[in-house]
Nanobody
Framework: QLTESGGGVVQAGDSLKLSCVVR????????????MGWFRQAPGKERELVAA????????RYSDSVKGRFTVSRITDMSTVYLQMNSLKPEDTAVYYC?????????????WGQGTQVTVSS
């Protein structure tokens, strides 16, 4: 239902743009009724929320670790959410997941994608 793409192997300082296409949300609820989050999980670490955007796109928030470098956006007509990642650092290396949630805050994830690997070399 949620399909991420755009991950890869890059060098420190490079950029990547992740995409998440959303299909078949529960009970046929429209995409714009869901807040969307980007989470990441590095080996041996807990999954963390790095960016969130409200259903209408008017509210966004970021973790301190990515603020100023990452930008979350969404296009309703395409049922797609993006994560633009600039000035990547080795500590950004993780599997990145998108998740849909009826709640913007807290956003814990009702529906999840399979994840896409991002590896940043120094």
């Amino acid at each position: 239902q949620l399909t991420e793409s755009g991950g890869g192997v890059v060098q420190a300082g490079d950029s990547l743009k992740l995409s998440c296409v959303v299909r078949g949300l529960p009970s046929g609820t429209p995409f714009y009724n869901y807040a969307m989050g980007w989470f990441r999980q590095a080996p041996g670490k807990e999954r963390e929320l790095v960016a969130a955007i409200s259903g209408g796109g008017g509210m966004r928030r970021y973790s301190d670790s990515v603020k100023g470098r990452f930008t979350v956006s969404r296009i309703t007509d395409m049922s797609t959410v993006y994560l633009q990642m600039n000035s990547l650092k080795p500590e950004d290396t993780a599997v990145y997941y998108c998740a849909a949630d009826r709640s913007y805050q807290p956003l814990k994830g009702d529906v999840w994608g399979q994840g896409t690997q991002v590896t940043v070399s120094s």
